[in-house]
């Protein structure tokens, strides 16, 4: 069974930077496409970032675009969010997702929180202005 654990939400300041972490159970990691999602109170849960399986292609929201990075360690089994220039509208419980997935894909699959077979129970983030 696989298993996400998030880490590294908190309270930070606009302008300020966090690091979130995803911790992963299980041996197939390396295979897996996996995202970042986010959900603020009273709307939808919306795609942040995406990393492809083999990390050579990376994925963005327009709205978290060149402030946002997210990286894979798959030794270490862990994807992170490096977020940079944080906003009050950043606001909300991140979420990591996975799935099992072989190559690269497009924008429109990834960004889809419909595509992921596993999630996390999510971390706060909140940026005070």
């Known amino acids: 069974q696989v298993q996400l654990v998030e880490s590294g939400g908190g309270l930070v300041q606009a302008g300020g930077s966090l690091r979130l972490s995803c911790a992963v159970s299980?041996?197939?990691?390396?295979?897996?496409?996996m995202g970042w999602f986010r959900q603020a109170p009273g709307k939808e849960r919306e795609f942040v970032a995406a990393?492809?399986?083999?990390?050579?292609?990376?994925y963005y929201a327009d709205s978290v675009k060149d402030r946002f990075f997210i990286s894979r360690d798959n030794a270490k089994i862990t994807v992170s969010l490096q977020m940079n220039s944080l906003k009050p509208e950043d606001t909300a419980v991140y979420y990591c997702?996975?799935?099992?997935?072989?190559?690269?894909?497009?924008?429109?699959?990834?960004?889809?929180?419909?595509?992921?077979?596993?999630w996390g129970q999510g971390t706060q983030v909140t940026v005070s202005s």
């Open positions: 997702a996975g799935r099992p997935t072989y190559g690269e894909l497009d924008y429109a699959i990834v960004s889809r929180a419909s595509y992921y077979d596993y």
């Open positions: 990393i492809s399986w083999s990390g050579r292609t990376t």
């Open positions: 299980g041996r197939t990691f390396r295979l897996y496409a």
